[in-house]
């Protein structure tokens, strides 16, 4: 070979291995795909008519994955989640930072593709509990069903319920419960983070007085909702609630009233609360634990023996510690099979890194994704 075809040579070699690695290295750098965050209005025909007059049309926020867009043929499983008391959807969006980390996981791997529901159930007495009732309206049918329906009829989902996740944080995690153990025909995994509201006695210990007396921030003696938001200061309402009650655990009680004591002819609250005239109302507090998940499970244990997963979780720290502990006992005895993890933080340090590490992966790992 001659001096000049040999260099010849060199370079182009040369040039092409320069080409790969600048190739390879754009390739390590390009920047990860993000899916995209839709907010919708959602009408529930289960809402209609509520005695509060909040409106039955309601903000979803709807995260599509990256590949949503491109792949015009693929179908998604879908993941319900839902917000704890105080919040409203587009706070709890921001408070978990959930489209990043949705997106993080899926880069990274320890998450497929899937579609994140996150409805709004902030209501004039900043929370509905997720509940059944004519004054705060049916939420239990408005999840189960309003909104499930919305979403498979508008969005590429596998519309079954093996590809259908329910998950929630406080309150969150108490309509997780309450709803999944009604309504397995729907979904097909449970993840339960820090669930208020497991056993409802509206007369806390020490002789504090009931209701909205009891609900401390952390609100572990009268099961009571704990507030998200900016953590120790119980404020994550205010923001979101000016004009539609007092904000913050000043609509407590009237929140656990509305939901679990109803009264159609009681207005202008249209609620009967557990006290009257300084006297306990001993139906009013049958209500209330009656609306109890502690007291409830052994009612629904084949249903919730139809789940494919379930998955509890509550920070050592946290004020509801004992009794989601107590629900896992529980679920323990009658033979439903669950998984329940503790960890080192209170009700809401960790929830952040729990759904990025957690939450998410679970349900990729045990959502079928299969048409």
Same mark, same amino acid.
């Given at each position: 070979?001659?001096?000049?075809?040999?260099?010849?040579?060199?370079? =182009?070699?040369?040039?092409?291995?320069?080409?790969?690695?600048?190739?390879?290295?754009?390739?390590?750098?390009?920047?990860?795909?993000?899916?995209? =965050?839709?907010?919708?209005? =959602? /009408?529930?025909?289960?809402?209609?008519?509520?005695?509060?007059?909040?409106?039955?049309?309601?903000?979803?926020?709807?995260?599509?994955?990256?590949?949503?867009?491109?792949?015009?043929?693929?179908?998604?499983?879908?993941?319900?989640?839902? /917000?704890?008391?105080?919040?409203?959807?587009?706070?709890?969006?921001?408070?978990?930072?959930?489209?990043?980390?949705?997106?993080?996981?899926?880069?990274?791997?320890?998450?497929?593709?899937?579609?994140? =529901?996150?409805?709004?159930?902030?209501?004039?007495?900043?929370?509905?509990?997720?509940?059944?009732?004519?004054?705060?309206?049916?939420?239990?049918?408005?999840?189960?069903?309003?909104?499930?329906?919305?979403?498979?009829?508008?969005?590429?989902?596998?519309?079954?319920?093996?590809? $259908?996740?329910?998950?929630?944080?406080?309150?969150?995690?108490?309509?997780?419960?309450?709803?999944?153990?009604?309504?397995?025909?729907?979904?097909?995994?449970?993840?339960?983070?820090?669930?208020?509201?497991?056993?409802?006695?509206?007369?806390?210990?020490?002789? $504090?007085?009931?209701?909205?007396?009891?609900?401390?921030?952390?609100?572990?003696?009268?099961?009571?909702?704990?507030?998200?938001?900016?953590?120790?200061?119980?404020?994550?309402?205010?923001?979101?609630?000016?004009?539609?009650?007092?904000?913050?655990?000043?609509?407590?009680?009237?929140?656990?009233?509305?939901?679990?004591?109803?009264?159609?002819?009681?207005?202008?609250?249209?609620?009967?609360?557990?006290?009257?005239?300084?006297?306990?109302?001993?139906?009013?507090?049958?209500?209330?634990?009656?609306?109890?998940?502690?007291?409830?499970?052994?009612?629904?244990?084949?249903?919730?023996?139809?789940? /494919?997963?379930?998955?509890?979780?509550?920070?050592?720290?946290?004020?509801?510690?004992?009794?989601?502990?107590?629900?896992?006992?529980?679920?323990?005895?009658?033979?439903?099979?669950?998984?329940?993890?503790?960890?080192?933080?209170?009700?809401?340090?960790?929830?952040?890194?729990?759904?990025?590490?957690?939450?998410?992966?679970?349900?990729?790992?045990?959502?079928?994704?299969?048409?």
């Amino acid at each position: 070979m001659t001096p000049i075809r040999s260099t010849f040579f060199v370079c =182009v070699v040369a040039a092409f291995v320069i080409g790969l690695a600048t190739f390879s290295s754009a390739q390590t750098n390009a920047p990860s795909k993000k899916g995209s =965050v839709e907010k919708v209005s =959602v /009408h529930g025909a289960a809402l209609q008519g509520n005695l509060e007059g909040d409106s039955p049309d309601r903000d979803v926020f709807i995260y599509l994955p990256p590949g949503y867009a491109s792949n015009r043929n693929q179908r998604y499983p879908v993941v319900y989640l839902l /917000h704890g008391y105080g919040l409203t959807a587009e706070r709890w969006m921001s408070f978990t930072n959930l489209a990043a980390a949705a997106d993080k996981d899926i880069a990274a791997g320890t998450m497929k593709e899937m579609i994140l =529901v996150n409805p709004d159930a902030f209501t004039k007495y900043s929370g509905s509990m997720y509940s059944a009732s004519v004054t705060t309206g049916d939420w239990e049918s408005y999840i189960a069903d309003d909104l499930v329906a919305y979403v498979d009829g508008h969005y590429r989902t596998i519309p079954n319920r093996m590809s $259908r996740g329910l998950g929630g944080h406080s309150m969150g995690g108490y309509g997780t419960i309450r709803i999944g153990m009604k309504r397995p025909d729907v979904f097909g995994s449970l993840y339960i983070m820090s669930a208020c509201c497991l056993m409802n006695n509206p007369f806390p210990a020490q002789g $504090r007085g009931a209701g909205a007396r009891a609900a401390a921030p952390q609100g572990e003696r009268a099961g009571a909702p704990a507030t998200e938001g900016e953590r120790g200061r119980g404020d994550g309402a205010r923001g979101a609630g000016q004009g539609r009650g007092r904000g913050g655990f000043g609509n407590v009680q009237g929140a656990l009233a509305a939901a679990f004591s109803p009264n159609p002819k009681n207005p202008p609250d249209f609620f009967d609360n557990p006290t009257k005239d300084g006297e306990p109302q001993p139906l009013i507090v049958a209500k209330w634990a009656a609306n109890s998940p502690l007291a409830m499970i052994d009612q629904y244990v084949t249903n919730l023996k139809k789940y /494919h997963a379930i998955m509890g979780e509550v920070g050592l720290q946290d004020g509801l510690a004992a009794s989601n502990t107590q629900m896992d006992q529980i679920f323990t005895d009658f033979g439903v099979t669950h998984t329940f993890e503790t960890y080192e933080g209170d009700h809401t340090n960790r929830v952040i890194e729990r759904i990025e590490m957690k939450v998410l992966p679970f349900f990729s790992n045990n959502l079928s994704f299969k048409k």
